[in-house]
C-alpha cells in the first residue's frame, strides 16, 4: 500500500476551522483517500473518502490536490468533540484492507 | 441498528489460558475484520472474512490465534495459549461490501494477560 504522511499532533481553538494535511506521494491512480478518526476509548469511526474531486458530508469536508499528491481534511467548525486522532488511510479499488499509521492528535482548545 | 457489537468489553485473564473474543457485525454486512491495538504497534489488521470466508489473514501473529465466522452474523478471534504480549485492545469491524465501503468499528474488547 502506498504510504502517507501526517503530523503527529495539531492544536485548534474550539468554533474555529481545522485544516489536518496529509501527504501522500506515492499513490496510484486507483487508490482511494480515506479518512478515519479515533475518539478516547472508541473504535476508529469513519469521516470521509475521496478520489480526484473535493468532497464535502454532514462531518468535513475533503480537499484533494489536483496532482493528488496531498489532500487536506477540513472540519468546518470544531467542537470539543471533534478532539481524536484523524488517520488518513489510501485504500486501492477492490482492496477491502484499511492500513492504519499512527494519524494526527488533534486537541481542541476550550 | 446497534452497530457491531463485541463482548467481552473487558478481559483479564492469565498467562496459558485461552481467550475468545466475540463479534457480531452490523446486519447485512457481509464483510468482517478483526484489528489489534497497541501503543507499540498501532492499529493493525489481523484477519478479514468476506462472505464468511477468511479473505487475508496475514496479520495474523502467529499460530496462537485463530478466528471464525461460522455464520453472517457472528466471528470469533481465539488466544490459546494466551502470553502477557497480546494484551491490547481487539476491535471487530464489518463493512456492506467488498468493494471498499466504509467499515463500522465495534466498541473494542480491552484484553489484559498477566
Known amino acids: 500500500d502506498a504510504k502517507t504522511t501526517q503530523p503527529n499532533s495539531m492544536e485548534s481553538n474550539e468554533e474555529e476551522p481545522v485544516h489536518l494535511p496529509c501527504n501522500h506521494s506515492?499513490?496510484?491512480?486507483?487508490?482511494?483517500i480515506h479518512w478515519y478518526r479515533q475518539l478516547p476509548s472508541q473504535g476508529p469511526e469513519y469521516v470521509i473518502h475521496?478520489?480526484?474531486s473535493n468532497v464535502n458530508n454532514r462531518m468535513a469536508s475533503l480537499a484533494i490536490a489536483e496532482d493528488r499528491k496531498s489532500s487536506t481534511l477540513i472540519l468546518h467548525r470544531a467542537t470539543l468533540r471533534d478532539a481524536a486522532v484523524y488517520y488518513c488511510?489510501?485504500?486501492?479499488?477492490?482492496?477491502?484492507?484499511?492500513?492504519f499509521g499512527t494519524g494526527t492528535r488533534l486537541t481542541i482548545i476550550p | 441498528d446497534a452497530g457491531v457489537i463485541q463482548s467481552p468489553r473487558h478481559e483479564v485473564t492469565e498467562m496459558g489460558q485461552e481467550v475468545t473474543l466475540r463479534c457480531k457485525p452490523i446486519?447485512?454486512?457481509?464483510?468482517l475484520f478483526w484489528y489489534r491495538q497497541t501503543m507499540m504497534r498501532g492499529l493493525e489488521l489481523l484477519i478479514y472474512f468476506n462472505n464468511n470466508v477468511p479473505i487475508d489473514d496475514s496479520g495474523m501473529p502467529e499460530d496462537r490465534f485463530s478466528a471464525k465466522m461460522p455464520n453472517a452474523s457472528f466471528s470469533t478471534l481465539k488466544i490459546q495459549p494466551s502470553e502477557p504480549r497480546d494484551s491490547a485492545v481487539y476491535f471487530c469491524?464489518?463493512?456492506?461490501?467488498?468493494?471498499?465501503?466504509?467499515?463500522?468499528f465495534g466498541p473494542g474488547t480491552r484484553l489484559t494477560v498477566t
Open positions: 488511510i489510501l485504500r486501492n479499488f477492490g482492496n477491502e484492507k484499511l492500513t
Open positions: 446486519s447485512g454486512h457481509n464483510s
Open positions: 506515492t499513490i496510484s491512480g486507483t487508490d482511494y
Open positions: 475521496g478520489l480526484t
Open positions: 469491524a464489518s463493512s456492506a461490501s467488498g468493494t471498499g465501503d466504509e467499515q463500522y
